[in-house]
């Protein structure tokens, strides 16, 4: 298909052919990358800025790494050192960066809705990089792509997302993409951390991680965003491991080959055994591999790449 959006903002408001054209394209980019020279001049004499109001590494870094494989010109801008830090707004912040010639700025933001908001106000492409607890919707992809390469397909498949599902852009984000690709998805969590209303996700809602397990073909565990919680939502972090860490106990109980992802940053001995994060059923080194071919796949589809397969 032939991709027609100027921004790159959410999952939700995707077709399946749109998911699936990112997904076909990001297959195409990853023996790109793969070769010993890894460039292409898709992107030659556009300009990027990355516009990160967070902290990151991997999703700065792999849109960052795609631009430049992709012949752009790139631009890091952060909180620290901008002229945020004098009170400048987002729209005259980015609004003066477009003025600068950026054809492309990729935003991560705390406010759900920062994307949309530049969209609507630019002619720049803007990609979301994560807003807030809204959504991250290239995580998504590279989450998607690396089941689909794993496992062969998405459709039918089991996954659980398990722990802080209420503060997670990637947790919504994920639903969207694994739903609509025909997943089954059941989300695990203290009721704190996942509220019924998730059911209308057209997901299950399980407290039990134990009575979930075996049944699983993905388990995408999440870090407690302490960030943005106002307030407890559980009595300690050793209760919390103790009834939703993945120890070597409970993944004993697991099927021999399910996937175990984690968005990252991962908190080791937390959400999951240290030595589970590193063993052979982790997948967690390669959805961050995933995801730079999956943003060079964004960035190449919006600026009016035909879809490659
Ligand atoms: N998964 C993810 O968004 O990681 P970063 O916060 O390091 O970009």
Redesign the pocket.
């Known amino acids: 298909m032939n991709w027609t959006r100027k921004d790159f903002l959410d999952i939700r408001s995707l077709s399946v052919a749109e998911i699936e054209t990112v997904l076909d394209t990001a297959r195409a980019f990853k023996d790109i990358i793969a070769r010993p020279i890894k460039k292409v001049p898709s992107l030659r004499g556009k300009t990027v800025v990355n516009l ?1 109001i ?9 849109f960052e790494l795609a631009a430049k494989r992709l012949s752009a010109d790139v631009v890091a801008v952060a909180q620290e050192g901008s002229s945020f830090k004098k009170g400048e707004t987002l729209k005259d912040t980015a609004l003066n960066l477009q003025a600068l010639q950026a054809d492309y700025l990729i935003i ?1 933001h705390s406010a759900a809705g920062a994307a949309q908001f530049l969209a609507e106000r630019l002619d720049a492409r803007v990609i979301n ?2 807003d807030g607890a809204h959504e ?1 919707p290239t ?1 998504a992809m590279l989450d998607t792509f690396t089941i689909r390469e794993q496992l062969g397909t998405v459709s039918g498949k089991h996954v659980l997302i398990v722990g802080d599902i209420l503060y997670s852009r ?1 947790a919504r984000s994920d639903i969207w993409a694994l739903t609509k690709l025909g997943a089954r998805v059941t989300l695990v969590g203290p009721a704190t951390l996942l509220p019924e209303h998730f059911r209308a996700m057209n997901v299950s809602v399980a407290h039990d991680l134990d009575r979930a397990l075996p049944t699983a073909d993905v388990i995408n565990l999440l870090r407690i965003q302490h960030e943005r919680q106002s307030k407890a939502a559980f009595p300690s972090l050793g209760e919390y491991i103790s009834v939703y860490g993945l120890t070597r106990e409970r993944f004993a109980r697991c099927k021999p080959g399910v996937l175990i992802m984690h ?3 991962i908190n080791r001995g937390v959400e999951i055994e240290s030595d589970l994060a590193d063993g052979a059923n982790s997948v967690i080194l390669q ?2 591999t995933n ?1 730079l071919a999956v943003r060079m796949a964004v960035l190449y589809l919006l600026g009016g790449g035909a879809a490659l397969e």
């Open positions: 990160f967070e902290p990151s590494t991997r999703t700065r870094v792999s991560r990089a994560g991250h995580q990637v968005p990252g940053p959805q961050v995801g």
